[in-house]
């Protein structure tokens, strides 16, 4: 089969990602490796939309992650989507490491759950798009980071 030219191909990425942006799919993850354990994913040609994670053995740590431009309320699927293509499929704990979103930590200073605030929402997500079930939330705020992190514990069928 014929490959297309690059520009083609880029033409054709970028219409994909516009049309996810448009819509309600975010555009698909490309996952990198960076250190052991730890990925870097980016999505689409939005150099906005980043997800920086560890996978630990059946534990993930997410440590950063931005939809960038892509559709509200898609983080969770943009999440999942990068764990996938890593092979964590099934994690049976997902944390959130040292919480810096500013609309996340007033709503866990005025006292909301974890599984409350938008954070919590995004992890949720996450879980549903990988076909789990989330059995337990703790949220740490003496841990070693400057801010709290949020853990989830999951089940599958």
């Known amino acids: 089969a014929k490959v297309p030219p690059l520009e083609e191909q880029a033409k054709a990425a970028e219409a994909r990602d516009v049309k996810a942006q448009n819509g309600a799919a975010p555009a698909r993850a490309s996952v990198q490796?960076?250190?052991?354990?730890?990925?870097?994913?980016?999505?689409?040609?939005?150099?906005?939309?980043?997800?920086?994670?560890?996978?630990?053995?059946?534990?993930?740590?997410?440590?950063?992650i931005n939809k960038g431009g892509q559709p509200s309320g898609s983080a969770g699927a943009m999440f999942a989507d990068a764990l996938k293509q890593t092979g964590s499929v099934r994690p049976a704990q997902i944390t959130l490491r040292n919480v810096i979103n500013e609309?996340?930590?007033?709503?866990?200073?005025?006292?909301?759950?974890?599984?409350?605030?938008?954070?919590?929402?995004?992890?949720?997500?996450?879980v549903e798009q990988l076909?789990?079930?989330?059995?337990?939330?703790?949220?740490?705020?003496?841990?070693?980071?400057t801010n709290p992190s949020i853990s989830v514990s999951v089940t599958y069928p």
């Open 103 to 126: 609309p996340a930590l007033e709503q866990l200073n005025s006292g909301a759950p974890p599984e409350a605030t938008l954070l919590g929402q995004m992890v949720a997500k996450t």
């Open 33 to 64: 490796p960076t250190v052991e354990g730890e990925y870097r994913a980016t999505y689409g040609s939005d150099p906005k939309a980043v997800a920086m994670f560890k996978v630990r053995g059946n534990a993930v740590e997410l440590s950063y």
């Open 131 to 145: 076909g789990g079930q989330i059995t337990g939330w703790k949220l740490d705020t003496l841990g070693y980071d």
